[in-house]
Nanobody
Framework: QVQLVESGGGLVQAGGSLRLSCAASGRTFSINAMGWFRQAPGKGREFVGSIDWSGGSAVYADSVEGRFTISRDNAKNTVYLQMNSLKPEDTAVYYC????????????WGQGTQVTVSS
């Protein structure tokens, strides 16, 4: 099994910054990628970005490109989401997820952490 725990959420003013962390534990031998998703009230879950575990290349949704940065620490099995120039529309519960090698879907999910951006 794999367990994911997010941290770092909170309340921030528009234009501010926040850094989220997600630590994976358990059976973490074959990580292909870790990603970030978010869900605002009344909306579906939205892809934010992901990072390849071996090469470290990252991809982002258009809505956060240039403002958010994903990084990882392989030794700690931890992924980070640095969020800058935050906007009220970034307000959501943020989830991290893990995809194993040989899989196309993210099968392991964290509990989520609330990010609220005030005007």
């Amino acid at each position: 099994q794999v367990q994911l725990v997010e941290s770092g959420g909170g309340l921030v003013q528009a234009g501010g910054s926040l850094r989220l962390s997600c630590a994976a534990s358990g059976r973490t031998f074959s990580i292909n990628a870790m990603g970030w998703f978010r869900q605002a009230p009344g909306k579906g879950r939205e892809f934010v970005g992901s990072i390849d575990w071996s090469g470290g290349s990252a991809v982002y949704a258009d809505s956060v490109e240039g403002r958010f940065t994903i990084s990882r620490d392989n030794a700690k099995n931890t992924v980070y989401l640095q969020m800058n120039s935050l906007k009220p529309e970034d307000t959501a519960v943020y989830y991290c997820a893990l995809r194993k090698t040989g899989r196309t879907d993210y099968e392991y999910w964290g509990q989520g952490t609330q990010v609220t951006v005030s005007s």
